[in-house]
């Protein structure tokens, strides 16, 4: 089994519950955080696009273990100042390694 390269790929599965409910707990992490805030569209310039990045996690017998859904942005199209002033990186804890 493949994992989807899109949202809409993801949704037409057979499997599309648990994709939607990873996109939606991901979603709901990002409010919980405080991940962003929505602003006013500066005049003439482009919104950030996104994208949803999917990944099945198996356990050692090839069985599902779970479903994880990534929202990123596209970075590569914004300008320090102007689209973001903090960035953030995802770390690993000492404790998993």
Known sequence: MTDPTSYQNAMSRTDAIHWKQTCTEELK???????????????????IGCKWVF??????????????????????????????????????CYQTL
Do not use: C, W
């Not at 919980?32 to 602003?39: A, D, E, I, P």
């Not at 479903?67 to 300008?79: D, M, W």
């Open 29 to 47: 992490e990002f409010v919980r955080q405080n991940l962003f805030s929505t602003v006013p569209r500066p005049v003439g310039h482009k919104v």
């Open 55 to 92: 990944k099945t996690k198996f356990d050692k017998n090839s069985q599902v273990q779970h479903y994880k859904a990534r929202l990123i942005a596209q970075g590569f199209s914004q300008i320090p100042g102007m689209d973001f002033d903090k960035t953030f990186a995802l770390v690993i």
